[in-house]
T-cell receptor
Framework: EAGVAQSPRYKIIEKRQSVAFWCNPISGHATLYWYQQILGQGPKLLIQ????????DSQLPKDRFSAERLKGVDSTLKIQPAKLEDSAVYLC???????????????FGPGTRLTVT | GQQVMQIPQYQHVQEGEDFTTYCNSSTTLSNIQWYKQRPGGHPVFLIQLVKSGEVKKQKRLTFQFGEAKKNSSLHITATQTTDVGTYFC???????????FGAGTTVTVRA
């Protein structure tokens, strides 16, 4: 089966500019996650969707970050305006959701490496 | 909130040797997952443990969930260069689908 797709793979922007990332999860996966991974650290959850509804966005800096999953499939994550500390890899992941034994397994995309100068 | 801590942060291993990395949670976990991230890659799911005291093996990797469901370990025997990468444990947070990742153990192998 096809994996989680993300684009772009790399992005370099100047501070105060805006940027958007796109994610297409594995077909049939109800749950979609956006993570921020700073070099040398574990992934930090930014936002979690169940179908097209937000389940958790407690760690999303809402003054500058926004995300949507309008039709319950693809998702976009936007940063506006970007700051230097936003330089990181942004990972999208998906999982089946539901109650089955494999519902919690998360499958990650290749990530978008963002550099803010 | 729930915190997941991993030790050691770095593990330098001679090829062929064994090592263990540990994961500890500040709260009881309903399950724990392990992921591996190769250099320049993305995390890849390895395994999920659910039951108290559960032990699962994948070839040279042995995963264990503590009796109190607050800690876990990953033991690798006869380390190979293909084992290079960062191993993360992750436990559910405020909902079962939300994971809190540890900082990871980065493994390097000396040939």
């Amino acid at each position: 089966e096809a994996g989680v797709a993300q684009s772009p793979r790399y992005k370099i922007i100047e501070k105060r500019q805006s940027v958007a990332f796109w994610c297409n999860p594995i077909s049939g996966h109800a749950t979609l996650y956006w993570y921020q991974q700073i070099l040398g650290q574990g992934p930090k959850l930014l936002i979690q969707f169940q179908n097209n509804g937000v389940v958790d966005d407690s760690q999303l800096p809402k003054d500058r970050f926004s995300a949507e999953r309008l039709k319950g499939v693809d998702s976009t994550l936007k940063i506006q305006p970007a700051k230097l500390e936003d330089s990181a890899v942004y990972l999208c992941a998906s999982s089946l959701g539901g109650q089955g034994a494999r519902s919690y397994e998360q499958y990650f995309g290749p990530g978008t490496r963002l550099t803010v100068t | 909130g729930q915190q997941v801590m991993q030790i050691p942060q770095y593990q330098h291993v001679q090829e062929g040797e064994d090592f263990t990395t540990y994961c500890n949670s500040s709260t009881t976990l309903s399950n724990i997952q392990w992921y591996k991230q190769r250099p320049g890659g993305h995390p890849v799911f390895l395994i999920q443990l659910v039951k108290s005291g559960e032990v699962k093996k994948q070839k040279r990797l042995t995963f264990q969930f503590g009796e109190a469901k607050k800690n876990s370990s990953l033991h690798i025997t006869a380390t190979q260069t293909t084992d290079v990468g960062t191993y993360f444990c992750a436990g559910p947070g405020s909902n079962d689908y939300k994971l809190s990742f540890g900082a990871g153990t980065t493994v390097t192998v000396r040939a």
